[in-house]
């Protein structure tokens, strides 16, 4: 009887979970996972497991969780596990040269992009901000430079009109089991491609922190409505406003806004108050449906109207 080939997953973003879990019920023997260590959570900072941990443990599969994927001690342990091929995906670290050599097959990576584009942390975001019509995961060696390796196979997913961030991620992560298990085949029978990326087509999606959110009403209405739709749910998308006693506020703004034609002013600018609220872009201006001013709870915009100390004219603005 053959055996099983033997496979090392690390990961730790939610992303990941449904190629864990097509590991855990196909024919491969899942030897361990290497996940990123628990860390404190919200206001009382309870230390929280990454969930994909907790499916680990569920299953009784080996959980190890190194503070830096690098010493010596803790690439022992990986190297005993005795991996035919390691299995990456939103682990959230960079991985040394001597882990990349230790699989007797290959260390594969499963990507949020159709690389060579948007190598980085932001990539699902990046392809709805941008306007683009498709996405996917792409399956690659990993190479000590980040998202640089030969790709195996990718696999498309379509962006719709009104996809957002979260829903992007999705359905990304329910494609990658489908390509991993496809690219571990061909590695496993010798036929996997091995094909160079086009570093001239390179581009790159920092990771994203709340700040970049805020939103810049000099870019075109267009822009804007990606951009709410891409960072939502994370970082989200805010701007600003002066309450009735002259106090800055944020207001979080939600996807659904709505590319109006025929009206125009200076970039942020109270275009319509009557029922709805029009705002004015760098070119074109957009309706918005859904907000949350800071401290309270997110509403349709008629009830944010009935309170709001907002006029015609007034300006949205950003802080920076």
């Known amino acids: 009887m053959q055996d099983k080939k033997r496979i090392l997953f690390m990961g730790t973003g939610d992303i990941a979970i449904p ?48 503070e830096r994927v690098r010493g010596a001690d803790e690439l022992e342990k990986i190297r005993a596990l005795a991996a035919d091929v390691i299995v990456v995906m939103a682990y959230g670290q960079i991985l040394p040269k001597a882990l990349l050599e230790m699989p007797s097959v290959a260390c594969i990576n499963l990507h949020a992009s159709l690389l060579p584009k948007f190598r980085g942390a932001s990539c699902i975001q990046s392809a709805i901000d941008e306007g683009d019509s498709e996405t996917g995961i792409t399956v690659m060696h990993v190479s000590p430079r980040l998202d640089e390796g030969d790709i195996i196979l990718s696999s498309k997913v379509a962006i719709g009109s009104a996809t957002t961030g979260g829903q992007l991620h999705d359905e990304l992560a329910a494609v990658a089991p489908g390509a991993m298990l496809r690219a571990l085949q061909e590695l496993f029978d010798g036929v996997a491609s091995r094909t160079a990326q086009d570093d001239s087509l390179a581009s790159y999606s920092p990771k994203l922190l709340r700040e970049h959110g805020q939103i810049n009403w000099g870019s075109s209405a267009e822009q804007i409505e990606r951009r709410v739709r891409a960072y939502e749910p994370w970082p989200g998308t805010y701007t600003c406003f002066q309450d009735a006693k002259g106090r800055t506020k944020r207001i979080k703004i939600f996807p659904g806004l709505d590319i109006v034609s025929g009206l125009s002013g200076e970039p942020g600018e109270v275009l319509k108050l009557d029922g709805e609220l029009i705002v004015a872009c760098g070119s074109g201006s957009v309706r918005v449906h859904e907000l949350q001013v800071e401290g309270s709870r997110r509403m349709g915009v008629e009830d944010f109207l009935k309170a709001s100390p907002l006029s015609v004219g007034d300006k949205l603005f950003s802080l920076a």
């Open 19 to 66: 190629s864990f879990e097509a590991l855990l019920s196909s024919n491969y023997e899942l030897v361990a996972l290497v996940t990123q260590p628990d860390k404190p959570v919200g206001r009382k900072m309870v230390m929280t497991p990454p969930q994909i941990k907790e499916v680990a443990l569920s299953h009784g599969i080996q959980v190890l969780q190194p």
